[in-house]
Each structure stands twice: as structure tokens, then as C-alpha cells.
């Protein structure tokens, strides 16, 4: 049973950084691709980051590309987002979510994810 557990979330100010963490437990993950969604209030659960855990190869929404970055450390089985530069559209819950590397789909798409994890909020307000 594979469980995610993010934290890191806060109420930050425009232009600060944050730095997510999601701990997986529960297998290895050779061969799964790992990532980061957000949902805003009244929005549709959007891609922000992933990872093939194995390749380290990373993907990004064009929305955070040069401000996020995301990353893994193997050993500690623990996913990564470091978020600069804030603004107020970055305010959402972020999840983490992991998902065996089938190529069937993308790596923004939710489908290609089937464990995710609760969640945490991160709110930029000035």
C-alpha cells in the first residue's frame, strides 16, 4: 500500500518561496513517475511538476517553468517542490502523486497518477 504524506504548505507573501515535501511509503519506486498537482477553489485539479523516479528526468506546467523546481532524494523516498517567486495564482492545495512509468500517458495527466496524497495549502496574499 503506497502512502503519501506532503507538508510544507503555508500563508506566504508575494515574491517569497516555499519548499513542499511528500514522503511515500509503502514499495520502491523503480520505473513510477511522481508529481505535483493543485487545485484552486473552484478550478480543476491542474499539473504543476514531475519526475521519472528512476531517470530523474523532470517535467513542468509552462505556468511554473523557471520558478518551481522539483526534485527527489531516492534514499529518503521523499518528492520535493521548491516554489519561488510566489504570486496569489499559485494559491491552491497542492498533492503529490505517484504512478507506475507505463508511457500510456502523460506525465501532466492525472490518469497516468493512482496514489495521491492529502494534500497541502499553500495561500500567497500580500
Known amino acids: 500500500q503506497v502512502q503519501l504524506a506532503e507538508s510544507g504548505g503555508g500563508l506566504v507573501h508575494p515574491g517569497d518561496s516555499l519548499r513542499l515535501s511528500c514522503v511515500a511509503s509503502?514499495?520502491?519506486?523503480?520505473?513510477?513517475?511522481m508529481g505535483w498537482f493543485r487545485q484552486a477553489p473552484g478550478k480543476e485539479r491542474d499539473f504543476v511538476a514531475a519526475v521519472d523516479w528512476t531517470r530523474g528526468i523532470t517535467y513542468y506546467a509552462d505556468s511554473v517553468k523557471g520558478r518551481f523546481t522539483i526534485s527527489r532524494d531516492s534514499a529518503k523516498k521523499t518528492l520535493y517542490l521548491q516554489m519561488n517567486s510566489l504570486n496569489s495564482e499559485d494559491t491552491a492545495v497542492y498533492s503529490c502523486?505517484?504512478?507506475?512509468?507505463?508511457?500510456?500517458?502523460?506525465?501532466?495527466?492525472?490518469?497516468?497518477?493512482?496514489?495521491w496524497g492529502q494534500g497541502t495549502q499553500v495561500t500567497v496574499s500580500p
Open positions: 509503502g514499495r520502491t519506486f523503480t520505473n513510477y513517475r
Open positions: 502523486a505517484a504512478g507506475w512509468n507505463s508511457g500510456i500517458y502523460t506525465y501532466s495527466a492525472t490518469e497516468a497518477y493512482n496514489h
